[in-house]
């Protein structure tokens, strides 16, 4: 089979040519840009790994653009309209919110793997629109709302391709159109998991549930799940289930980040060696910075990447201070992190809800400012793609030599949330930020521990994960200091024109 036009390298079009063949089997002809039905029959899975900078991206990104010309739908999550026998459907998810953001900057409409396990449930009015805007209904007349509304919508849509967005646009709140949501009852049909490496059994079991077609794109070298003592999914695969891109793509070369990212598997390579070579880089890249304290004002929207709980502990306090947050306050700015739902089973409904707008686990939130009931939060979810909800929530901040968190601000029960302007790597996976603070104290001290993981020093580990976090500029923090903010704290950097979606769970 001949390639693309596209540059691939020698494994990449290796791959692309067996992933073509697996689509074949799978009814889509992706070269001759025709469909079949779709097949009944076992789920068909495969892997396709490769460390930073070996093209997976790339390639997942070209596999959607030829399903996408050669018939098949792209299913977000958002809603799908009316099923087809003869229809073929696209899902690319993501485990969090931030990682499938990453790829919509890169032209991939991607979602996450919670919107699809749980599907929105549209007011029938509303649901019109929806259908009118995806061309399977006639154009509506709905009260309340002018024609100059429906033009805003369809305007809206032509662009960005999202229901949602077109209804906000038209003047409604997602309340008024998404009535809940539910389990999703139907199978789709072919799936694209990006950051497949933070993947479970429990959650790749659910995917297999959905997709009778799943690829997985994972990196072999990242630290596997918490909950995965048997590593990560694909690492079990026979070997016929795994593609394998072992070269550096040729966009990638000239990165001295991934230069760094790469020199980690030399086995003869110590802690000190290492850092000799991201001195070397620094000295020739501004990519790479030495960095001599931590920089504060990167902190509120970068987390600073620790190994130690206590290490992050540290440094978020220290933040505080240097901007004089008071104790029993949240300034407007401070990042947080989602620590997961606090709610009893009877309000189940109210935790989809608050799981389908991105309040999910390890979920990145900037705090705005107080709702109009106590406890609750105007926030903004990052990397989401409506970021703004209104919820219940319990802050929780941890204080150095503090068993229990300090709870600044508090509803009886909602979303919980730590403090975010630290993280630890291993919650970082799956993200991606511009520039990126390593904290690299404590790599020293894990390579002091002398641990192993998966049969390579843990620090290694821990360091090829963290450094991989920054897309553009890496700072190696080589001491124990904090910079004074050259600024308040703001949130204007994250002006948006959706409007709020409250999300209020009941007391």
Not at 174 to 179: E, R
Not at 318 to 325: K, S, Y
Request: hydrophobic fraction near 45%; proline fraction near 7%; charge should be neutral.
């Amino acid at each position: 089979m001949t390639p693309p036009a596209l540059q691939f390298s020698e494994d990449q079009a290796a791959a692309h040519d067996r992933l073509s063949a697996f689509m074949a089997e799978a009814g889509v002809d992706i070269e001759n840009r025709t469909l079949a039905p779709p097949r009944k029959g076992k789920a068909r899975l495969l892997a396709v790994t490769g460390k930073a900078g070996s093209g997976k991206t790339l390639l997942l990104a070209e596999l959607c653009r030829a399903l996408t010309e050669a018939g098949v739908e792209t299913v977000s999550g958002d809603w799908e309209g009316k099923r087809r026998r003869d229809r073929r459907t696209l899902a690319v998810l993501a485990p969090t919110n931030k990682a499938a953001s990453v790829l919509r900057q890169r032209g991939v409409t991607a979602t996450t793997i919670h919107r699809i396990l749980y599907t929105p449930v549209y007011d029938p009015q509303y649901e019109k629109i929806a259908e009118w805007l995806a061309g399977t209904g006639k154009r509506p007349e709905i009260e309340g709302l002018t024609e100059e509304a429906l033009d805003r919508a369809a305007a809206f849509y032509a662009r960005h391709a999202s229901i949602p967005g077109a209804l906000m646009a038209a003047g409604l709140r997602g309340s008024d159109f998404i009535t809940g949501w539910k389990r999703r009852e139907d199978p789709l049909d072919i799936g694209l998991v990006d950051e497949a490496s933070m993947l479970d059994a429990r959650q790749l079991e659910d995917l297999h549930e959905i997709f009778p077609s799943l690829v997985l794109f994972g990196d072999p070298a990242q630290l596997a799940p918490v909950n995965a003592p048997g590593g990560m999914v694909f690492d079990a695969l026979p070997e016929d289930r795994k593609l394998h891109l072992a070269r550096v793509h040729r966009q990638a070369a000239d990165n001295p980040i991934l230069d760094l990212a790469h020199a980690l598997a030399d086995p003869a390579l110590d802690f000190e060696g290492f850092e000799a070579l991201v001195r070397q880089a620094a000295a020739r890249d501004e990519r790479v910075i030495w960095g001599e304290r931590v920089e504060v004002d990167l902190m509120a929207r970068s987390p600073v990447l620790v190994w130690r709980n206590a290490t992050r502990i540290r440094l978020i306090d220290a933040f505080r201070r240097v901007h004089e947050a008071p104790e029993d306050a949240l300034l407007p700015g401070e990042p947080l992190i989602c620590d997961g739902i606090e709610l009893p089973l009877k309000h189940r409904q109210k935790r989809l809800d608050l799981e389908a707008r991105g309040l999910i686990k390890g979920a990145q939130v900037i705090w705005l400012g107080p709702g109009k009931k106590p406890g609750f939060s105007r926030l903004h979810v990052v990397g989401a793609e409506d970021p703004r909800v209104s919820a219940a929530s319990i802050v929780k901040i941890e204080k150095p030599g503090e068993e229990e968190p300090f709870i600044p601000f508090a509803a009886g029960m909602g979303a919980t949330f730590l403090h975010g302007a630290a993280v630890t790597i291993h919650k970082a996976q799956g993200s991606q930020w511009d520039t990126v603070q390593v904290f690299a104290p404590d790599l020293f001290a894990a390579a002091r521990a002398g641990r192993t993981e998966a049969g390579q020093p843990l620090w290694k580990r821990l360091a090829y994960v963290a450094i991989t976090r920054a897309e553009g500029r890496l700072i190696w923090v080589v001491r124990n200091r904090l910079s004074r903010p050259g600024a308040p704290l703001d949130t204007s950097d994250l002006a948006t024109q959706a409007a709020p979606l409250r999300l209020e769970p009941e007391a």
